[in-house]
C-alpha cells in the first residue's frame, strides 16, 4: 500500500472542485469536494472521476446522476488551502454557496442549478452514464451537458483590452498544489491530441 502511495502521489493531477445537489422534500442541498478530473475519451468528450464509497458529494452525484467540475486556476490556491482546512463540523454550518464564499471562491449556479466557480477555467454539468465499483472508489464516466464562461472565453473577448485573465491551471502533485510555468502553457504539442 505505501508503495501504491508513493506512486500515486507523482501523478500531477488539475484541481476541480465537484458539485452536486440532493433535492429532499423542502430544499435542494448541495455537496462539493475538492478532486481532480481526466478525459477518457476525445469524439464524444468523456470525463471521468472517483469518489470514495463514503463521500457524500459522490452519493449526491450517483443519485442524480448529474454533477459540476469546475477547473481551478492557480489564482485559487488561497481558497483552495483555505477549503482543504476546514473541519468537517465548519464546512457544515454554512450553506455550501456561502462557505465556498468565506473561502475566497465566487460561486454560481449553472442553468441545471448546480454550484459551479466563476473564474474557473472550465465549468460545466456532466451526465453520469456510467459507474464502476472498486474496493474504496467508485469511478464515473460523464459527458458534459452544459458549461459556463470561462476566463477563457472573456480573455478572447476582451483580447483588445488591457486586463489580463490567469489561465494558469492549478495542479496537485506530490500532495502540494503547483502550476507549470506560463512559457510552457503557451507553447503546443499538434503530435498529441490534448
Given at each position: 500500500?505505501?508503495?501504491?502511495?508513493?506512486?500515486?502521489?507523482?501523478?500531477?493531477?488539475?484541481?476541480?472542485?465537484?458539485?452536486?445537489?440532493?433535492?429532499?422534500?423542502?430544499?435542494?442541498?448541495?455537496?462539493?469536494?475538492l478532486s481532480s478530473i481526466s478525459y477518457v475519451n476525445l469524439e464524444p468528450l468523456i470525463l471521468s472521476t472517483a469518489f470514495l464509497k463514503t463521500s457524500k458529494t459522490g452519493s449526491a452525484a450517483l443519485a442524480s446522476k448529474t454533477m459540476a467540475v469546475s477547473v481551478l486556476s492557480f489564482e485559487h490556491?488561497?481558497?483552495?488551502?483555505?477549503?482543504?482546512?476546514?473541519?468537517?463540523?465548519?464546512?457544515?454550518?454554512?450553506?455550501?454557496?456561502?462557505?465556498?464564499?468565506?473561502?475566497?471562491?465566487?460561486?454560481?449556479?449553472?442553468?441545471?442549478?448546480?454550484?459551479?466557480?466563476?473564474?474557473?477555467?472550465?465549468?460545466?454539468?456532466?451526465?453520469?452514464?456510467?459507474?464502476?465499483?472498486?474496493?474504496?472508489?467508485?469511478?464515473?464516466?460523464?459527458?458534459?451537458?452544459?458549461?459556463?464562461?470561462?476566463?477563457?472565453?472573456?480573455?478572447?473577448?476582451?483580447?483588445?483590452?488591457?486586463?489580463?485573465?490567469?489561465?494558469?491551471?492549478?495542479?496537485?502533485?506530490?500532495?502540494?498544489?503547483?502550476?507549470?510555468?506560463?512559457?510552457?502553457?503557451?507553447?503546443?504539442?499538434?503530435?498529441?491530441?490534448?
Amino acid at each position: 500500500m505505501e508503495g501504491n502511495l508513493s506512486i500515486a502521489r507523482q501523478i500531477a493531477c488539475p484541481v476541480v472542485l465537484i458539485s452536486s445537489s440532493l433535492e429532499n422534500e423542502h430544499e435542494n442541498t448541495d455537496f462539493y469536494m475538492l478532486s481532480s478530473i481526466s478525459y477518457v475519451n476525445l469524439e464524444p468528450l468523456i470525463l471521468s472521476t472517483a469518489f470514495l464509497k463514503t463521500s457524500k458529494t459522490g452519493s449526491a452525484a450517483l443519485a442524480s446522476k448529474t454533477m459540476a467540475v469546475s477547473v481551478l486556476s492557480f489564482e485559487h490556491v488561497e481558497a483552495v488551502t483555505k477549503l482543504e482546512n476546514q473541519t468537517a463540523a465548519e464546512k457544515s454550518a454554512l450553506a455550501a454557496d456561502e462557505n465556498l464564499r468565506q473561502c475566497g471562491f465566487s460561486p454560481g449556479r449553472l442553468n441545471s442549478g448546480l454550484l459551479y466557480i466563476r473564474g474557473s477555467l472550465l465549468a460545466c454539468s456532466l451526465k453520469i452514464f456510467q459507474q464502476i465499483e472498486l474496493d474504496q472508489y467508485i469511478v464515473v464516466l460523464a459527458k458534459i451537458e452544459e458549461t459556463a464562461t470561462t476566463p477563457l472565453d472573456r480573455a478572447i473577448e476582451s483580447a483588445s483590452t488591457s486586463k489580463t485573465v490567469s489561465t494558469e491551471p492549478l495542479i496537485r502533485y506530490n500532495r502540494l498544489y503547483a502550476t507549470i510555468d506560463k512559457e510552457r502553457l503557451s507553447q503546443g504539442n499538434d503530435r498529441y491530441p490534448v
